[in-house]
């Protein structure tokens, strides 16, 4: 390390061969202070003062740098590599070969707008994400003129005195001025092991406290630490998705299907000797009905919608996948502390042993709570011995709360001598101190008025013994039990988890509904279903990352609710990680879903949004599904009933237009969330497609033959009847599809309704006038209307009956 001199020194870092190319320029003298001599209590940092953080934030900038983004010309030339741009390109390349470039050219610009299309959908996905990622800012508790504050990590500055608790995520690069903590720095180091960290140590931006607690002094910030970029709070998945395997479903069994009555056609063509040229253009016709071309764009667009509509409601998706997974959850671990309680912890009873008195008891609990963190349970403490005039005692050290010891300790001056104070769970120091004969009987006699109890413990060191209870309360919200009724209504089983206590926790589930077996303490199973358990109680945070695995295992679709850093691996395990409005900083980085509000009205309002969502896009995908399937066979019922292609390479792009793009506002559309939860089935979906696609092809089938059989058209004249009866049929399809129930049922949204008018017109135009086709008289186009609303009515009987025999709702 570099020595200097003054305010403006500078200091360059170098641990474990990692060097520093441009040192960070300090301008705090309690640096100086801290390099040249151990920290003890009186010479500790005390902080900036805020006009001296608002200079060095003028002088150094945010304590964030801007993340990269993806290129954007990459982006878009990766909208021309898939399945669905492969089959246009097919299309584009037959036709030039062919020589027919105007319509090579169509079709290229039909390309280059489903491109545009998607790439334009992903873009605003992406930014919709940005603005909800932004309202995750991280956070540091700073001390700021003498006091503790909580700011956002982005005004942190070098020289800031910061707290590392647990859960915390390092804010910046940090020196440790007092304190130990485990550091978790495999992110940003790639050390696989947590390190143990004391006075002196360096720790990096994005590190994350695994346990213990520290003061640190902010060395560099910004683009000066050493990962060269600020700890992204919210990491975006980039993997393939539900929706992304159900768009390669589609499109495979599509291809499938299709390609089969494809190479019938070609068959029959090649026996009846049809010219090359018009076999061409047979199978680019095919191939151009087998497209969903607007797919991938509408999946991304629904699912977008759903995550602004979360967003404006309170629940903020860190990942557009999330809102698909919140609908096909059925297991719900809820966290009984802010969420089914109103996380406002006060003590509520405290009880003294021996000689101790009341307010002793809570003196040497607050001896063992950490000031200025964000522990609730430390904070009630503090709070109620400050009412209580209980006078601070003289803390040598500190160790603040460890999960696996489930208790804190100071060492405090006491009658001339050391003394070990202790506070935790009781079962936890029974074990390791003298207990009176009274307190296991008082401690369940306050459990089980639903309070959380803690023993507190003192005496010489190897002669501990139990003070006191300090009983804490934090009663159930008032509108958690209706909110786990309405869980169980949509099919989610609900179960408590929480370290506390059995009794507390039964007394508590039961106020607000959860009733039923409680898991006994440490024997989580390595395979339950929500029937086996209705409370795990006593949980270690390990036990909450086994306990999803084990409902995974059943097969069960899992919501996980977490707050702590602990919380994290079960978090990710899940498959809908649920930060709670409390959670910390890791908590939320590890999550799918951060609430904003206490409770679980957000989970239950991500339930149904994304429930709907998955309805909208459902509706889209048999939509589609349908309307290729139908399409492809009414080619080929054309080519056996006429010997020809009955639509044009021309007429099928138009088609494509009118129907797969208008029909994407069916992602705005009014949809109602199912009462069970949802999940792909793609096999169903696919069968009904076909088997309605059967029924429909009757109705087309009996237009061609009446346009060539009875009104004797020749081919030209007959593709602008297939044209316009297939524009006029795909209305059937949208509004008859679109609900589960008989079509009427509700009203369809302003912008299908838009779409739809749009739709007919420009297919009557198209039939009425003879652009790109013969016309046609429009009293024929009438009659075709009408019949096609009649079959609509017969259609949509067919419809409900076989949606419920295949179980789509």
Not at 64 to 79: C, F, I, Q, S
Not at 121 to 128: F, I, L, W
Request: glycine share 8%; aromatic share 6%; charged share 15%.
């Amino acid at each position: 390390m570099s020595q200097g001199h003054g305010p403006g020194k500078a200091l360059c870092l170098a641990e474990r061969g990692h060097s520093w190319a441009k040192p960070a320029i300090l301008r705090h003298n309690a640096l100086v202070m801290l390099e040249n001599s151990p920290a003890t209590p009186s010479n500790l940092p005390m902080g900036l003062s805020s006009a001296e953080a608002g200079r060095l934030l003028a002088e150094h900038g945010p304590n964030e740098v801007a993340e990269p983004r993806r290129n954007p010309l990459t982006a878009l030339l990766g909208n021309f590599w898939a399945p669905v741009p492969w089959m246009l390109e097919a299309a584009v390349l037959l036709q030039a070969l062919t020589g027919a470039y105007l319509e090579a050219a169509v079709i290229a610009g039909l390309l280059l707008f489903n491109a545009a299309l998607s790439f334009a959908q992903g873009r605003r996905a992406d930014t919709a994400l940005a603005a909800l990622k932004s309202r995750l800012a991280l956070t540091a508790s700073v001390r700021r003129d003498g006091a503790w504050l909580t700011l956002p990590a982005r005004e942190i500055v070098p020289g800031d005195l910061v707290k590392l608790s647990l859960g915390a995520i390092v804010p910046a690069d940090v020196r440790l001025a007092s304190g130990n903590v485990l550091l978790d720095q495999s992110m940003i180091t790639g050390e696989s092991l947590p390190i143990d960290a004391g006075i002196g140590a360096i720790s990096y931006a994005g590190s994350m406290v695994r346990r213990g607690e520290a003061q640190a002094l902010v060395i560099a910030t910004g683009a000066r630490t050493y990962s060269g970029r600020a700890a992204e709070l919210v990491r975006i998945a980039h993997g393939p998705s539900a929706e992304q395997s159900a768009i390669l479903r589609v499109v495979r069994n599509l291809a499938v299907f299709n390609g089969f009555v494809l190479l019938l056609m070609i068959g029959y063509a090649r026996e009846h000797d049809m010219p090359v040229t018009h076999l061409i253009a047979l199978t680019l016709t095919v191939i151009l009905a087998t497209v969903p071309v607007a797919l991938p764009a509408t999946f991304t667009l629904a699912t977008a919608l759903g995550a602004q509509s979360l967003a404006r409601r309170g629940v903020l998706p860190t990942r557009l996948s999330a809102v698909h997974e919140a609908a096909a959850m059925d297991v719900l671990c809820a966290d009984k502390t802010g969420t089914l309680t109103q996380n406002q912890l006060h003590v509520s009873a405290v009880r003294a042993f021996g000689s101790d008195s009341m307010v002793s008891v809570l003196a040497l609990a607050a001896a063992t709570s950490s000031e200025g963190g964000k522990d609730a349970v430390d904070s009630a403490i503090r709070l109620a011995a400050h009412e209580s005039g209980a006078a601070p005692l003289p803390i040598r050290r500190f160790v603040p709360f460890d999960p696996a010891r489930k208790a804190s300790e100071a060492l405090i001056w006491q009658d001339g001598a050391e003394w070990v104070v202790m506070k935790g769970a009781y079962s936890a120091l029974a074990a390791v101190t003298t207990v009176p004969p009274e307190a296991a009987r008082m401690t369940d006699e306050l459990a089980a008025d639903g309070n959380r109890v803690l023993a507190v413990a003192c005496g010489p060191m190897g002669a501990l013994h139990i003070a006191g209870l300090v009983a804490l309360s934090d009663s159930p919200r008032d509108d958690a039990a209706p909110l786990i009724t309405e869980l169980v209504n949509l099919g989610v089983a609900t179960v408590m988890v929480t370290g506390d206590a059995a009794a507390t926790a039964e007394t508590i589930a039961h106020a607000v509904g959860i009733d039923g077996n409680i898991c006994p303490a440490g024997s989580i199973p390595t395979q339950v279903a929500p029937d086996d358990y209705a409370v795990f109680a006593g949980v270690f945070p390990e036990d909450k990352f086994r306990l999803v695995k084990a409902f995974q295992k059943g097969g069960h679709t899992v919501g996980m609710c977490g707050d702590g850093a602990n919380d994290a691996p079960a978090l990710r395990q899940a498959q809908i990680g649920i930060a709670v409005a409390t959670a910390t900083d890791v908590a939320k980085a590890a999550a799918g879903l951060v609430l904003t509000e206490p409770g679980l009205g957000g989970i239950v309002t991500a339930i149904k949004e994304g429930r709907a969502t998955f309805q909208r896009i459902l509706t889209y995908t048999m939509n589609a599904l349908l309307r290729k399937v139908e399409l492809v066979l009414f080619l080929a019922a054309g080519l056996l009933m006429t010997g020809h292609a009955v639509l044009t390479p021309m007429l099928m792009v138009l088609l494509l237009v009118v129907n797969d793009f208008l029909t994407m506002s069916l992602t705005t559309d009014r949809a109602h969330p199912s009462p069970r939860p949802e999940l792909w089935r793609i096999g169903p979906v696919s069968a009904a497609a076909v088997l309605l696609g059967l029924v429909k092809l009757v109705f087309l089938i009996g237009v061609l033959a009446f346009g060539h059989f009875e009104l004797n058209l020749e081919i030209e004249p007959l593709r602008t009847l297939a044209f316009f009866t297939m524009v006029i049929d795909a209305q059937i399809t949208v509004y008859t599809v679109r609900e589960r129930r008989r079509m009427w049922s509700s009203m369809p949204g302003g912008w299908v309704l838009a779409s739809s008018a749009l739709d007919i017109s420009i297919g009557t135009l198209v039939a009425l006038t003879g652009w790109l086709t013969p016309p046609l008289n429009a009293l024929l186009l009438m009659e075709i209307a009408g019949a096609a609303a009649l079959f609509a009515i017969l259609f949509d009987a067919l419809k409900a009956p076989l949606f419920k025999w295949l179980g789509i709702a």
